[in-house]
């Protein structure tokens, strides 16, 4: 495994470049030892590592050290409970490392963790360890978390799906350690489109780990079973009607609230091209929904629970984790033409304070400087969100076998990402750009587009940004 791994970002706007040079300085602090393993917790004041953000993360911040990318992977795999449970949260304390099992925590896991593997090249044994930690998750999820027996795993507190205070939740625990639901509450335990699809985002990373091991046959098999988790998303949580997922209720009620979760669906590739179309077009682009401002607020900012409140809460506020995992979710269904105007809003945000703070106010853009803690900064989300829009806006990133190429206009900027043996530069004009691999020219072309090419620079594909 080559460890080396940097990038050289320098731009002519020396705002985007003070932002983008604070956000890796200020990611050096996040940087802990957990026994001797060298991992990058939350930061913010969230000193663990959480499985909703680590992990993604952690392949974030593998632009510049594939050691902690690669740790922050292995951390959560190596504690699976004996049962097949992943911890939801890992803390490091008076020097041990505890695993802790009392919510799930969201599930930003399969897709990073085996990128890694093609970044990182840890070997045959990191893909085997991955394949028998989703597999057990996967069998986990539905021996315990389908405890009506309607074929739609279930969240059974707030925790499960990291919406902190989310009203949606009502009256429902913050956190469950238990393997029974809570009883006596009005909303839990909920049929959850997010439970739904960690099972798919499992079930999918298993078929294509068994493909790169030319298991065909039982790459069908997995692929069939994630299939099996998207009908039932359509069947039983689509709404037709309103071009959105509800979660429902303990007695199967549709929980109407316009919240943001069906982006997280597309995060987690759990739902059809034509479902994801519908929420983009109907919702996530209604400026009296989603596309506010400062776009994308956890709730609607029309619904009746939507609440515009700074300290950490999801039922309205826009929050950078949120901005972190658009990246993927909109690359997953072809809108990679959104991921400049969010990162321009987010850059927009951050770049006159450079606080990397947690939420952000919809309707004026403004970040709430504030926490439950006091006042927030070196908030992990918010940094690698800056550092990886910037990647592709500008620069250049590796999905497994393939590299994107981000060409936009707005500033001039060289951007040198050093991975391996290897140097991929992308230099960007008011006109134009030119990307290179090791010196060697490998495309110049006009603005405003994203290139996707092969290990080698042949192109696969240009996006009109």
Known sequence: MNNEARVVFDTEDT?????????????????????????????GGYEKIWLETQPMGGEMYAKRNTEVGLNNQLMF????????????????EDGRVIPQFNKFQGFCFPAPA???????????????LLYSTLERFDEYLWRVRDSDGDGCLESWCKYDTGEDNALRYMDSPDAWSEEYPPEGCRI?????LDIMSYSYSARETLAEISRILGKERLA????????????????????EERGTCFDRDKNHFELPVMYHNTLRAMYWNSIDRDMADAFVKRHLLNPEEFWTRMPLPSVAVSDSLFRNISTNNWSGQCEALTYQRAIRALENYGYDSLIPKLGKCLIDALKDECKFVQQFDPFTGRISKVSLEGQIDSYGPAMLSVMEYVSRMYGVHRERMQLYWGCSTGIESTYEQY???????VENTHSG?????????IFETKADVKIITDLNGEIIKVIEL
């Open 15 to 43: 705002s985007v470049k003070h932002l983008y040079d604070e956000a890796e300085r200020k990611c050096l602090p996040n940087i802990r030892d957990f026994s001797g393993r060298k991992v990058l917790v939350e930061g």
């Open 220 to 239: 069908e098999s997995w692929q069939e079973k994630a299939e099996l988790i998207k009908k039932k998303i359509r069947e039983y949580l689509w709404s």
């Open 188 to 192: 839990v335990p909920m049929a959850s």
């Open 114 to 128: 085996l990128n890694m593997y093609y970044i990182a090249a840890p070997g045959p044994d990191y893909l085997d």
């Open 419 to 425: 991975l391996g043996e290897h140097v991929y530069r």
């Open 77 to 92: 795999m190596e504690h699976i409970r004996e049962d097949g449970r992943i911890p939801g949260s890992i803390a490091y």
């Open 433 to 441: 750009s030119c990307g290179s691999i090791d010196g060697r020219v």
